[in-house]
């Protein structure tokens, strides 16, 4: 866990805890179907943490996930988070129609947009 403070121009961190992958039990993101960017890490104990946002707490738990996957291969719960999310290949397939699947979207068109109005020479 990182502490973040400014001063003046100048951001400062201090590494102000650390855990171990292979120690964690289970992440739990409270509540799947709500915008919330608070979530519980199950150690030996149970830490109590706020995301900057409800994107950085899904990045985060793909993150683990994918270390899990990729190093441990022990077993990982990831509970309380929506599984469209957690799967990048699976975000096309959201029932939800939120922000998150329009913006993509919004985004695709817009590079379609921008390519199809550029000149080739």
Do not use: Q
């Not at 739990?28 to 946002?53: I, L, R």
């Not at 999310?85 to 096309?92: A, P, R, V």
């Amino acid at each position: 866990m990182v502490k973040h403070w400014r001063v003046d121009r100048e951001e400062k961190y201090e590494i102000v805890e650390k855990w171990f992958l292979k120690d964690l039990e289970m992440i739990d993101g409270k509540e799947a179907d709500t915008d919330n960017p608070y979530f519980d890490m199950h150690f030996h104990k149970v830490y109590s943490m706020e995301a900057y946002s409800c994107a950085s707490k899904y990045t985060f738990a793909r993150t683990l996930n994918k270390l899990n996957a990729m190093y441990l291969k022990k077993d990982f719960k990831v509970v309380n988070f929506d599984d469209t999310y957690l799967n990048d290949d699976s975000i096309w397939s959201s029932n939800n129609r939120d922000f998150l699947v329009l913006m993509r979207v919004c985004f695709y068109a817009s590079n379609l947009l921008c390519l199809s109005l550029c000149r080739l020479s």
